[in-house]
Every structure is written in C-alpha cells, then in structure tokens.
C-alpha cells in the first residue's frame, strides 16, 4: 500500500515498479527507472541505506543530487515505513525493463537554469528528523503523516497550493487545500479520489493529480481527521 497508494512510489515508477518514459516534448525526456530487482532495475546488491539516501535526501548512489524525487517532503516517512518499502522491493516481482536516460529539453534547462528544477539533495532538510509513524487509525495525527508525505510536494508544507515545484510549466497552479477542502464532504472527497471528479462535477487533470494512485487508497488515508 506504501508503494501504490498515498506513498505515491508507483505515481512516477508505474504500478508495477518497471519504470516509466514519457516524451514531454521540449521539456524533457522524463524517466523514472524501474525499482524492481529484474534486469535494468535495482542491482542485487542494492541496500536499505541506499534506499534511504535517494528518498529521504535525494542522493544517488553516484553520489549526486537527483533532479526529480521529491525528497524535501519524502524525508518525512519514518523509519517503519521505510524499512516495510525496503522489505516490499526485496520480494516484489521481478520485472526485466530497460527505460532510456532522462534528459532535459531546451525549455526544461531554461526551467533549471532559472530554479524551477533544483537539485533534491540541495534543497532537502539532511538534519529533519523523521517522525515515528502514528498509529495507522483515522486520527488527525495519522492524517497529518500521510499529507505530510504526499500533498505538500504540491500542494506546499502549509497546504495553500500554488506553483507545483518541478512540474510542467503547463500544469495549472495545485489547489489551495486550506480553503478548496470546505466544498467537501468525507463521501465526495472519496469519490473524487477515486475518479477526478471534483466536488462541481468537473474532471481534474489527471496527470499532476495522479488519480489513479490515489484510487487505491485505503480509507485509513483519506479518512483520517476528516470534519
């Protein structure tokens, strides 16, 4: 569930963690690599501290900063879930796929030349101290862990939207949740979690707003704290 649902690892690795490619035209060649232990993914010798650096300091194994993982808010997990993602990648099936290089275009090197792109290890807090996980209930505590990791990467630490860092510059201005969220009850926030479908009857765009990963979310996620 950590990794297909609110954790959000399958958003950008693909539900089946091979690895995704997608041409965003003068953008970038946009590729996140296949996490699986198959051939073209994780070496066999890959471990928990390697996990760790890439995401929750977004530092490869090279040593470098990675450009897109979003580890400024990823450094919130705890060391429960992450030691249960760990464990998950070890016995997940194995899927043998090879994805190309990631590449910027021409507009996304203006986009990183002018701080829209940043470097994860740059901007990421290495002294945060990752919180124990709360117990997994429908508790505004719990609540606040999940968005934690999952929404303000977006929607910003205080949850009133904006610029969303490191996306396309066509995608729409993310929502401000402080006051977007009063328009909705339990029930038709599920259902717009699970279709897109916003509280006005309108479709979200659906690739900033993975909906199909949020689909999968257990009630645990989206209920917690709920008024």
Not at 74 to 80: H, K, M, T, V, Y
Not at 126 to 143: D, L, M, Q, V, W
Not at 177 to 197: A, M, N, R, V
Request: charged share 20%; hydrophobic share 35%.
């Amino acid at each position: 569930q950590l990794m297909r649902g609110v954790g959000t690892c399958g958003a950008c690795h693909g539900l089946d963690l091979s690895g995704q490619e997608q041409d965003m035209g003068p953008f970038a060649y946009y590729v996140a690599p296949n996490i699986t232990f198959g051939k073209g993914g994780l070496p066999a010798n890959y471990s928990i501290q390697d996990l760790d650096l890439i995401v929750r300091h977004g530092i490869k194994r090279d040593k470098t900063g990675a450009l897109i993982m979003p580890s400024f808010h990823l450094n919130r997990i705890s060391d429960e879930d992450l030691a249960a993602i760990y464990a998950y990648l070890k016995v997940a099936p194995k899927v043998d796929h090879e994805v190309g290089p990631f590449e910027l275009g021409p507009i996304g090197k203006m986009v990183l030349v002018q701080g829209g792109l940043v470097n994860e290890a740059e901007v990421t807090d290495h002294n945060f101290k990752s919180p124990k996980r709360p117990e997994i209930a429908a508790t505004p505590e719990y609540g606040k862990y999940v968005a934690d990791i999952a929404c303000v990467g977006c929607h910003s630490p205080n949850y009133t939207g904006g610029k969303v860092l490191e996306g396309d510059p066509s995608w729409p201005p993310a929502a401000n949740l402080t006051k977007h969220l009063k328009h909705y009850t339990y029930d038709s926030f599920e259902h717009f979690t699970k279709t897109g479908i916003r509280h006005d009857g309108q479709a979200l765009a659906r690739l900033p707003m993975r909906i199909r990963i949020l689909g999968q979310a257990e009630p645990s996620e989206t209920a917690p704290g709920w008024s």
